[in-house]
């Protein structure tokens, strides 16, 4: 059973573009946490999605930051006209039911905007 | 004052010491998480606690509900067990994060 499967796992932007993160759960997951981690910060929640729901957004961005979990294929983490403050490691992790489950972590996306 | 406070923030220990890394939180929680995150940056799940006490091979984790502290234990420690542990706790959909100590064991 693959875990967790992030890509790409490095991604270099230009300020303006766009940037756009995929998470593929484990099988069997049908929930998607997105996380950030700053430089030298910590990791702050962003977003919880199930199958076509976005359940909770309180840690989005209120601009430029959108996610989806489509019925079929990966979660996708989209950043519009990158910033260089949006240069951070972007995790994803999956549950299989709800949030009461332990949640499997993905081995991060790090995203540099120049 | 942060939600989730670790301690300490950083921790040296010759190989074979036992380790503790403190955990308190300040909001009525669902769970508790610790994590690994290794100097590559990836994120492993170690323990997700809501009571007691969880064993897993050389770690253990404790959590008093009550006092809102848990603890993170590691025995006989290895330089492998170098790494950035994290707690986190849950309140509903979201996950609050501590920290971090950075664990250095050296051989």
């Known amino acids: 059973n693959a875990g967790v499967m992030q890509n790409p796992r490095h991604l270099v932007r230009r300020r303006g573009q766009e940037a756009r993160l995929r998470c593929s759960p484990m099988?069997?997951?049908?929930?998607v946490y997105w996380y950030r981690q700053l430089p030298e910060e910590g990791l702050k929640f962003m977003v919880y999605?199930?199958?076509?729901?976005?359940?909770?957004e309180s840690g989005m961005p209120k601009e430029r930051f959108s996610a989806e979990f489509p019925k079929e294929g990966p979660s996708i983490l989209r950043i519009q006209q990158v910033v260089r403050g949006d240069s951070a490691a972007y995790f994803c992790?999956?549950?299989?039911?709800?949030?009461?489950?332990?949640?499997?972590f993905g081995p991060g996306t790090r995203l540099t905007v120049t | 004052k942060n939600e989730v406070e670790q301690s300490p923030q950083n921790l040296t220990a010759q190989e074979g010491e036992f380790i503790t890394i403190n955990c308190s939180y300040s909001?009525?929680?669902?769970?508790l998480h610790w994590l690994q995150q290794h100097p590559g940056g990836g994120i492993v799940s170690l323990f997700m606690?809501?009571?007691g006490k969880k064993k897993h091979g050389r770690l253990i984790a404790t959590i008093n509900i009550q006092e809102k502290h848990s603890s993170l234990h590691i025995t006989a420690s290895h330089p492998r067990d170098s790494a950035v542990y994290i707690c986190?706790?849950?309140?509903?959909?979201?996950?609050?994060f501590g920290a971090g100590t950075r664990l250095t064991v050296k051989p």
């Open positions: 992790a999956s549950s299989p039911t709800d949030t009461y489950y332990e949640q499997y």
């Open positions: 099988k069997g997951h049908s929930h």
């Open positions: 999605l199930q199958k076509e729901n976005i359940i909770d």
């Open positions: 909001v009525g929680i669902s769970a």
């Open positions: 606690l809501s009571s």
């Open positions: 986190a706790v849950r309140l509903g959909n979201d996950m609050r």
